[in-house]
């Protein structure tokens, strides 16, 4: 069974981002990037799957600028077999990158599809849901727990009022939750592997994708500032505060 | 222009956040349509009509609905949607799942998330965690978006709007429900409390989390808990509230034991009051809240309810 991992280089989750003071965007220059925390759970998944023999092969796939290609290597690190860097500078957004994987999952036929369920700096939580649709698979969002077996998978997903499970047929496209699994750490000698594994570069053109945005930007803003705050000495004081000043108990 | 809204539900009664994605479309000053899909859902339909500001109720009835399956809910909307400008639905765990799905088989971009309604084209919405407020324009011709509950106040009752059953799409037998666990709780639901006590790494265990239940008690408050506090097991993880988990803005949030990390922060900073007890004067939490106490959580808290009275 082929499982096919999609995996979106992001500003590091430690990063507190500042917005231009053009409000054009954030400021990205010099900043940390990281594979998506969610997306590395993802490549964790999809890899025990291949350690327990459910899997035969990871093949991950990410799409964007060049230095995708070092998250790419992070992936086979973990432990995927082989790498696939849709490369373009466009600015792509979620239903440009389903369009696009939609072609790869064509190409590979893959049993499942794993994706993170959102990505940190959008925040959108759109890709798989709409990767699912467009190749008419089921889909098994926010993950905690995955289990495949004769040609099903049977996920355990976090919901607003607790926990859910579903059966789905495969193939199938899963978002990883955060309870899903506890990523690895890559070691060196995998770090090392990873450089010799194949990576294939491929454009949107290949794929016949017109990757061109849908919603267009007009500001990005700074958030509402909170007032400063005090320290109060004891509890007494809070409940003072809380009281006659905030009102609110 | 007109809206189509899909509504939350549990077959019986409407959840909170459909009147508040309602009262979002109304924003677009559009004609807005309610979608109630379900599994013996009239009484949920009925409640629906008597919205404030809907025109008209859609009732599509059928066990393919159970448990919001996206792949039929998505499948219903599609159904509908191209007789409408635009289609919102709530950004909780429900709407999240069925309408980039919907979206996609139209070949539109979905707005996620919207924390207001500039024009019927424009919204803004929180990136980065909420750390930057993009303000997005949709070019497609029908508009995909969901509404964060919390940033629009819910429509009230009074209206009395048609209800018109509708026939529904058939299942398209790509998933099936298995079981769920859905906490029945005796407190007010997270995403709505008027005040919210959360609790972090610091309570140390799941026998100690219950610490904040007498607090809770006496606020008439819903508790909540951050990632490191459900990571952990010391709460179950309907009850996180952060970037990735809950978003909530009550009148007062009490962070117990939480540091205050970027994510969590993105989660509650649009509290009206924040509160931060945590034995860690540096604690980021502190940089967000109103009132600060620095001081060990086992002793403040109980003393905390004694002074409540």
Known sequence: MKVLVAVKRVIDYNVKVRVKSDQTGVDLANVKMSMNPFDEIAVEEATRLR???????????????????????????????????????????????????????????????????????????????????LASLPQATFASKLEVADGRAEVTREIDGGLETISVSLPAVVTTDLRLNEPRYVTLPNIMKAKKKPLEVVKPADLGVDPAPRLKTLRVSEPPQRKGGVKVPDVAALVAKLKTEAKVV | MTVLVLAEHDNHVLKVSTASTVAAALRVDAAVHLLVAGSDCAAAAQQAATLAGVAKVLHADGAQFTADLAENVADQVVALARGYTHVFAPATSFGKNVLPRAAARLDCAQVSDILGVESPDTFTRPIYAGNAIATVQSTDPIKFVTVRPTS??????????????????????????????????????????????????????????????????????????????????YAPNDWQVGQTGKVVAPQLYVAVGISGAIQHLAGMKDSKVIVAINKDAEAPIFQVADYGLVADLFQAVPELVKALG
């Open chain 1, 51 to 133: 350690e327990r023999g459910i899997a035969t092969e990871v093949v991950v796939v990410s799409c964007g600028v060049a230095p995708c290609q070092e998250t790419l290597r992070t992936a086979l690190a973990i432990g995927a077999d082989r790498a696939i860097l849709v490369e373009t500078d466009a600015e792509l957004q979620p239903l440009a990158v389903a369009k696009l994987l939609k072609a790869l999952v064509d190409r590979e036929k893959p049993s499942l599809v794993i994706l993170g369920k959102q990505a940190i700096d959008d925040d959108a939580n759109q890709t798989g849901q709409m990767l699912a649709a």
């Open chain 2, 152 to 233: 629009f106040d819910p429509v009230g009752g009074g209206g009395a709007a048609a209800v018109e059953r509708i026939e529904p799409v058939a299942d398209a037998g790509l998933s099936r429900f298995v079981s769920r666990t859905v906490a029945k709780a005796d407190r007010p639901e997270l995403q709505g409390a008027k005040i919210v006590v959360s609790g972090g790494r610091g309570m140390g265990s799941a026998e100690n989390f219950k610490l904040l239940e007498p607090l809770a008690d006496r606020l008439h408050a819903a508790i909540g808990a951050s990632r490191a506090a459900v990571d952990a097991g």
